[in-house]
Structure formats: C-alpha cells, structure tokens
C-alpha cells in the first residue's frame, strides 16, 4: 500500500519536470527514482528523507500515512 501511495505522491510533486533534472537535485540516481516511480522498488530511509526535503513535504503525507 505505501509503496504505491508514494510512487503516486511522488508523480503528482515531480509535475512537468523530468525525471532526469530532479533525480540530479535530489542527489539519487535517476534509474532508482524511475523504480521508485514504477514501485519497481521500496524506498530507503536516506532517500525518503532526501526526496521529503527536497519537496518540501512531511514523510507521512509521501506515503500515505495522512492526507493534507
């Protein structure tokens, strides 16, 4: 269930900008957030908490733990 919440959270927040550009500002690999995307993969702590900060968002609205 949280992996799918996130992967959609995850969608709607990176909007227009590709994939690419915001793996390079978050600081992760680009074929991991594309698995992350695809719930190809579960998400680590360090990148969770990589991609809330860069969001600006609280972990628990990411994976579906609240709805704000």
Same mark, same amino acid.
């Given at each position: ?5 996130f992967a ?5 927040? /990176? =909007?227009? #900008?590709?994939i690419?550009?915001? *793996? ?8 991991? !957030? ?8 579960? /998400? =680590?702590? #360090?990148?969770?908490?990589?991609? *809330? ?8 609205? !990411? ?6």
């Open positions: 269930m949280y992996i799918e919440k959609e959270r995850l969608k709607e927040l /990176i =909007g227009e #900008e590709s690419s550009s915001v *793996a390079k500002k978050i600081g992760i690999n680009q074929q991991t !957030l594309s698995r992350y995307l695809l719930c190809q993969r579960e /998400i =680590g702590l #360090e990148n969770l908490c990589r991609i *809330a900060d860069y969001f600006h968002e609280d972990l628990d609205f !990411l994976t579906g733990r609240k709805d704000y």
